[in-house]
């Protein structure tokens, strides 16, 4: 079984699910993202900001394919192009820090190690880039929908945000505790580090995330 890892581009993108090609709740903030879902454009906005990035500071995600079929990918960036981040009660995200947005891996690739292989390859990514860590808005238990005791994401406002109970038992640590939405923090020296025992969990956080069709326009 061949596996390969490729940056996320605008070559790439072609290669998400269709969900989180359409999907621009980080990508933009809450008032541009309602215009982009009602006018029916959100994965031109969504190349856009890509495109911007790469310019700008790179790629901003990683891609999975096993026997060249794309398994799974993971999306993060620098909180200065992620608007949404300003709009959670526990920002601003740690200034040697960059967002973890989402991630995800085809339920069909479950169970093959490939949660680790893609977050480690983000993670040495990352590093040779000069950056610390990685931080991520989590989901608490009085979060709409969530209850700490699922591994599912949370559903409508928070549907794109990753469940804090699910983040902290991969290593992710709570730098600014909040209710409903915690902030959380992993050193990527620690990430380099997994091993196959937090390989159920890495799956868990992969595949916890809702994205809803043509959204992005739900309030944290």
Not at 68 to 74: C, R, S
Not at 175 to 203: F, Q, T
């Amino acid at each position: 079984m061949g596996r390969r890892m490729a940056p996320l581009t605008l070559e790439t993108l072609a290669d998400l699910p269709r969900e989180p090609r359409q999907c621009v709740f980080w990508e933009l903030d809450a008032v541009a993202a309602q215009r982009a879902a009602e006018a029916g454009y959100p994965d031109f906005e969504k190349e856009a900001w890509i495109s911007t990035v790469l310019l700008q500071w790179g790629a901003c995600g990683r891609l999975l394919y096993v026997d060249e079929e794309p398994a799974g990918f993971v999306m993060y960036a620098p909180p200065v192009y992620v608007p949404r981040s300003g709009a959670f009660p526990t920002s601003p995200v740690s200034g040697d820090a960059v967002l973890l947005t989402t991630g995800w891996i085809e339920p069909a690739f479950r169970g093959q190690g490939l949660a680790r292989t893609l977050l480690q390859g983000a993670a040495k990514d990352l590093t040779q880039r000069g950056v610390k860590a990685v931080e991520a808005f989590g989901g608490g238990a009085a979060a709409i929908g969530g209850d700490g005791n699922h591994d599912s994401a949370h559903e409508h406002a928070t549907a794109c945000v990753l469940p804090s109970h699910v983040l902290e038992s991969v290593g992710f640590a709570v730098v600014r505790p909040h209710h409903r939405y915690p902030r959380l923090r992993l050193e990527l020296r620690n990430a380099l580090g997994w091993r196959e025992d937090v390989e159920a969990a890495l799956e868990r956080l992969l595949g916890s995330v809702r994205i809803p069709t043509l959204t992005g326009v739900a309030h944290p």
